[in-house]
């Protein structure tokens, strides 16, 4: 449910090694992939081209399935959740690999504690075009668990599907913690790429910049660990230290978003650190100047005058 940069490579990947795959997606892309089939771009990997998917902007036409992907943004959740009702029945496992920390609360809210299994997806993509979606980096990881940290049947099902599929996948037995794991490295990255429009290398090389990134992650891990979550003390340096890793030219889905002025998730990234935080009284100053310097921009509309559009004091 989406086929986007997420569940256009998940999906293609899992329908590359034989699975049967329904993508749902929309517009243009839709129609590309009706056209052409999907094309996975990745230059250190190699491509990956399945020439003829199963693609359609109607989840009701798909029938009963055994596992539902949601990869839609944040703000398509609801109306996700009622367009999949249809396809989702007694036996169907439902997992977002959508980004934040209350997915899951709306899918068991939904769909039922027995339905919902937690995921996690570490990758850099994005649509480079209709049809095509465009791989950057290594990192490409798949975690998924139950929530009551059993390794269960479905999940080594999955487990194993996705280990075929070519894709580095593994089992959490604590999959709130695992969330929050990646909440807190995508929080630091998000916010610090989008509101400096930058990507990460220029970022964590300044002393200043990487200040204000470490407190990003010092303050998001502070606001789960007062929700108890299980997360170590020094676990910001050590996601600090993980972003020295990663590529230079790594940015996030939000930057991307930001600069072709589409809507963004920061109310639901730096904007919910905030709300979390107070809910327990953990103040997260950093993450709130993120969501102030985003505000103009989150619902994807321009700034009502540009810069050569305004009298400039002499």
């Given at each position: ?147 009551d940290g059993r390794r269960s049947a ?161």
């Open positions: 449910m989406g086929s986007g940069g997420l569940g256009g490579l998940y999906g293609g990947r899992l329908a590359h090694a034989g699975y049967d795959v329904s993508f749902i997606a929309r517009g243009a892309h839709l129609a590309a992939m009706e056209e052409r089939g999907l094309l996975i771009e990745n230059e250190l990997h190699g491509s990956i081209h399945i020439p003829r998917v199963q693609a359609t902007d109607d989840p009701s036409t798909v029938g009963v399935v055994d596992l539902v992907l949601i990869a839609v943004k944040l703000w398509d959740t609801e109306h996700a959740v009622r367009a999949i009702r249809p396809i989702v029945g007694p036996q169907t496992t439902v997992i977002s690999l959508q980004n934040g920390v209350v997915k899951d609360d709306i899918l068991r809210r939904e769909f039922g504690n027995a339905a919902a299994m937690g995921g996690v997806a570490y990758v850099a993509t994005q649509i480079a075009r209709p049809g095509v979606i465009r791989q950057t980096g290594t990192m490409q990881r798949f975690i998924v668990g139950e929530y479905r999940a080594e099902r999955l487990l194993e599907a996705l280990v075929r599929a070519g894709i580095q996948a593994e089992i959490s037995d604590d999959i709130r913690r695992t969330l929050w794991e990646k909440y807190v490295f995508l929080v630091g990255l998000s916010g610090t790429t989008a509101a400096m429009r930058s990507t990460i290398g220029p970022i964590r090389s300044n002393p200043q910049t990487r200040a204000f990134l470490f407190e990003l992650l010092r303050e998001t891990v502070a606001v789960g660990r007062a929700h108890g979550v299980n997360l170590p003390e020094d676990y910001a340096e050590q996601r600090l230290a993980f972003l020295d890793t990663v590529p230079a030219d790594m940015t996030s889905s939000m930057h991307h978003d930001l600069e072709r002025g589409n809507r963004l998730e920061v109310a639901w990234l730096s904007g919910a650190v905030v709300q979390l935080g107070q809910a327990v009284g953990v103040p997260t100053p950093a993450n709130r100047t993120v969501w102030d310097i985003l505000a103009l921009y989150a619902d994807g509309r321009p700034p009502a005058g540009r810069v050569s559009d305004r009298a400039s004091a002499p």
